[in-house]
């Protein structure tokens, strides 16, 4: 297998962090784990760190988007062959990292996304039903591709997808983006089931239903940039 | 007679309502023009809020002129068209602020991503 990076976006996440990447690191023995720092202000960059993992800062806080935007820039700027990206907050289970990874290495696909809704439908807490099922189907409506889980944060990444993919946007309205791009770049997207854990700590840390207009807005505006 | 009264008593309202309009446009000339100079302000845009408070100077003095507008718009009165119109150009105006605040905060977001790239 080529290079393998595993890119955790990470907003101010030190008490769950090290578990996160050491968690990776039993599922990956050989990948290399870039976390983001968004501009944390806890300690963040020490216990990543500590665990093992290359950390590039932003001195301010950007987003989601601005994270993950500099992680696949960093990828692209080295000899990445696959990038993964992972959500720090303990929702994913490293397991699935080798399940979204198998049809990109088999060459059946450019980008993987990770679904939560085929076999964690019934997980899912109601009001997030709602609001996912809304993103899916304005990510169809805007950007003309059909996904079961249009919000997903763990997804897989080839180097064509690497080299080819520009994120703009700054917040949550990436994880639409990437489908967007999926679109505009021409590349083969397969979906993976995954399994999703939601804890009061990551419902707390992820996308708020109260942002769904505001997302909803961006994404639109990006169609014209 | 009480025609004549309301006249006289509407003339007394209005009459101080378009001496404080007018002594209000004096100052938004004044300030257009101060910011122009100091170039905070382009050449656009100095023709553009001149020509909004120019607008706004002949609907003050001359009302009646709004109302012949109205008219031939087949609206009601001419208070109704500048409110239309100004309805629409504050939308217009706060859409543009809008895509320029989203065109900064991408713009931070690449001078951060560099600075976080640059430090070893």
């Not at chain 1, 239903?209 to 940039?225: D, H, I, Q, Y």
Request: with cysteine; charged share 20%; hydrophobic share 45%.
């Amino acid at each position: 297998m080529g290079k393998l990076l595993v890119i955790v976006p990470a907003f101010n996440e030190a008490s769950v962090i090290g578990k996160t990447i050491k968690g990776i690191r039993h599922s990956l023995k050989d990948a290399e784990i870039l976390v983001v720092n968004d501009g944390s202000s806890d300690t963040t960059v020490v216990e990543a760190k500590k665990a093992g993992a290359i950390v590039v800062s932003h001195p301010i806080n950007r987003g989601l988007g601005g994270a993950l935007g500099t992680g696949l820039y960093w990828a692209k700027e080295r000899d990445i062959d696959y990038v993964t990206t992972f959500d720090a907050d303990g929702q994913h289970d490293p397991d699935d990292i080798l399940k979204v990874l198998k049809p990109i290495l088999s060459g059946n696909a450019d980008v993987v996304i990770g679904t939560r809704t085929k076999s964690g439908w019934n997980e899912i807490p109601w009001d997030r039903k709602i609001v996912l099922t809304l993103s899916n189907w304005l990510t169809w409506w805007l950007f003309g591709i059909k996904t079961t889980d249009s919000t997903s944060g763990l997804r897989a990444f080839n180097r064509k997808a690497i080299e080819n993919i520009q994120i703009k946007t700054d917040q949550m309205e990436v994880s639409n983006e990437f489908f967007y791009e999926i679109k505009r770049c021409k590349l083969r997207l397969k979906e993976v089931p995954i399994k999703v854990m939601y804890t009061d700590y990551s419902r707390s840390k992820g996308q708020k239903n109260s942002n769904a207009f505001s997302v909803g807005v961006k994404l639109l505006l990006r169609l014209f940039r | 007679m009480t025609l004549g009264v309301i006249s006289i008593v509407m003339n007394f309202i209005t009459f101080p309502l378009q001496v404080i309009a007018i002594a209000f446009l004096i100052f938004a000339f004044s300030r257009v023009w101060l910011r122009a100079r100091e170039g905070s302000i382009g050449r656009g845009m100095f023709l553009f809020w001149i020509l909004v408070w120019m607008l706004v100077l002949v609907a003050v003095i001359r009302p009646d002129l709004t109302t012949q507008l109205a008219k031939k718009l087949g609206i009601g009165r001419g208070v109704d068209v500048v409110l239309y119109i100004s309805i629409v150009t504050l939308f217009y105006l706060n859409f543009r602020s809008n895509v320029m605040i989203e065109n900064l905060r991408h713009e931070i977001t690449r001078l951060t991503r560099v600075i976080a790239l640059s430090k070893k």
